[in-house]
């Protein structure tokens, strides 16, 4: 049964391994083709695609299919240790390919480089090239090199490069939605954390290349945009005017663009996120309604263990203030089960607390001891696994309620809809998103609609993750 739930990967914002291939790409108008899998956060998805852009420069194709590469890449991750099991794993199959095809190159890029350069390239002998996040302008070169059959690798961090000037080649893309990377890095050194060390010190890109990056996808059709970064509060960015932008500024800029082209960002830190931040998103209406705040842990000492800088009433109080100014908005979490000495009674304050945000949905994980971090230099690993799995289990059926609680209030309502695709399960549904981010289906009827339209849907139906409604109005 527990294991059946922590199967059931709601909880996990993971992706794994997806490959991808545009059309932009077709292998048949280049040299070499490069296979390209990426694991983790949104961020790792985005920086494919600025390696992308940098191979497409060197005459590589892409493929969807690893056994017509020429160059095979895993864009990695180290959240957690099972992430980079599965990495792992994945690096042991290429290399029984790469003993019928010597020629192959397999290079592992992002947040494990850095950690486990040594291993790869030495120990393990299964990579050609080891290539950190801040580090992709070099991989001509590096490609290079391991041609001549040298071990190459780069995982040196940078306090500058944004890859502001380097224009993403859109991966899998449905052509409606695309992610805007706003800032690298992150200063904020929460004890379980790795990212830290993995991607380095903050920095903001520079306002004038995201604005245009912004403005040349609503050209290209695109109707969603979504701005990322580690922790986009933090955002300020000194141009040449020396008048600093601030993350309410840059979200106004780019709401200017269209009224029609949707404003997302991803993620916010509960103690940076402002009242100009909230203003901003107010009175804008392209500006989605939908914030993700992580909580990490509902009880102030093991916050401060964790070192996140805000208490449970802290916390609490920023939810009703987003309320107070967006009632209707849409707010998630990313929860952390068992972190080092967790009692009972601060896991049932985890519990409380997401009652009382009502979260719409949370990424839910158990605590995994990162090497290099703060917890894992200062504190035991004490929780025993079968608590924390047992703990995850209860904070999973606790937001499955919530869940489910906050699409039967949305019963009834209408929505405004950004078609994205037809449904899976359907040819004749549509799917999209409403502006607090949750997913409705509805059936396509005799409109003439097609992805990146808007229309109003009201919704008769639901499951615990998706809405279900009929087109009321287009427009
Ligand atoms: N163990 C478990 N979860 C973690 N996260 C980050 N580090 C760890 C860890 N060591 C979770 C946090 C973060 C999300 C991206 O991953 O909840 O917000
Ligand atoms: Fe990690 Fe905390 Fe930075 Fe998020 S804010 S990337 S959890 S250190």
Not at 65 to 87: G, Y
Not at 159 to 175: C, F, M, Q
Not at 215 to 227: C, I, N, P, S
Not at 268 to 290: F, G, Q, R, W
Request: aromatic share 8%; net charge negative; with cysteine.
């Amino acid at each position: 049964m527990i294991e059946e739930l922590l199967q059931n990967k709601k909880h996990d914002e993971a992706r794994q391994g997806e490959a991808y291939a545009p059309f932009a790409l077709d292998p048949n108008n280049y040299k070499r083709r490069f296979y390209i899998e990426s694991y983790g956060c949104q961020m790792n998805f985005s920086d494919s695609e600025i390696v992308a852009s940098i191979l497409q420069g060197e005459g590589f194709g892409a493929t969807r299919n690893f056994e017509d590469a020429d160059l095979i890449l895993l864009n990695t991750c180290s959240i957690r240790e099972k992430a980079e099991q599965t990495v792992r794993k994945r690096l042991t199959e290429f290399r029984k390919l790469k003993q019928s095809r010597p020629a192959m190159l397999v290079g592992v890029l992002g947040c494990m480089a850095e950690r486990l350069k040594s291993k790869f390239l030495e120990e393990e002998k299964l990579v050609d090239l080891v290539v950190g996040p801040d580090a992709y302008r070099t991989l001509p070169g590096l490609i290079a090199e391991a041609d001549g059959g040298q071990k190459s690798i780069n995982v040196l961090l940078s306090r500058e490069e944004t890859y502001a000037d380097i224009s993403p080649v859109r991966l899998n893309s449905n052509g409606i939605t695309a992610f805007v990377s706003i800032m690298r890095g992150c200063n904020n050194m929460c004890a379980f954390c790795v990212v830290p060390f993995t991607r380095g010190r903050e920095r903001s890109r520079d306002v004038k290349s995201i604005m245009a990056e912004c403005q040349d996808l609503y050209d290209a059709g695109y109707k969603e945009v979504t701005l990322l970064g580690q922790n986009v509060d933090s955002y300020y960015y000194v141009g040449e005017d020396n008048k600093p932008v601030t993350f309410a500024a840059l979200l106004e800029r780019v709401a200017l663009i269209s009224p029609g082209l949707r404003v997302r960002f991803s993620t916010s830190h509960p103690k940076d996120i402002t009242d100009d931040v909230l203003h901003t998103m107010a009175e804008y209406e392209n500006i989605c309604k939908y914030i993700h705040l992580p909580l990490q842990s509902g009880s102030s000492r093991v916050l401060q263990m964790m070192n996140r800088n805000y208490s449970r009433e802290w916390y609490m109080a920023k939810v009703d203030r987003i309320r107070e100014i967006m009632p209707d908005c849409g707010i998630s979490s990313d929860i952390i089960a068992g972190f080092c000495t967790e009692t009972e009674d601060e896991h049932k304050e985890t519990v409380s607390l997401m009652e009382y945000a009502k979260y719409d949905m949370s990424y839910m994980f158990f605590y995994s001891e990162r090497p290099g971090t703060l917890a894992q230099r200062r504190y035991q690993d004490d929780v025993p696994e079968d608590v924390k799995k047992r703990r995850l289990v209860e904070i999973v059926e606790t937001q499955n309620r919530l869940s489910l609680q906050s699409n039967k209030d949305d019963l009834g309502k209408t929505f405004k809809v950004l078609i994205e695709a037809t449904s899976k399960r359907s040819e004749t549904d549509w799917m999209g998103r409403s502006s607090q981010n949750k997913v409705i289906v509805f059936p396509k009827e005799k409109y003439d609609l097609k992805p990146g339209d808007y229309v109003n849907v009201k919704v008769n139906d639901c499951t615990q993750a998706t809405l279900l409604g009929e087109i009321v109005q287009v427009f």
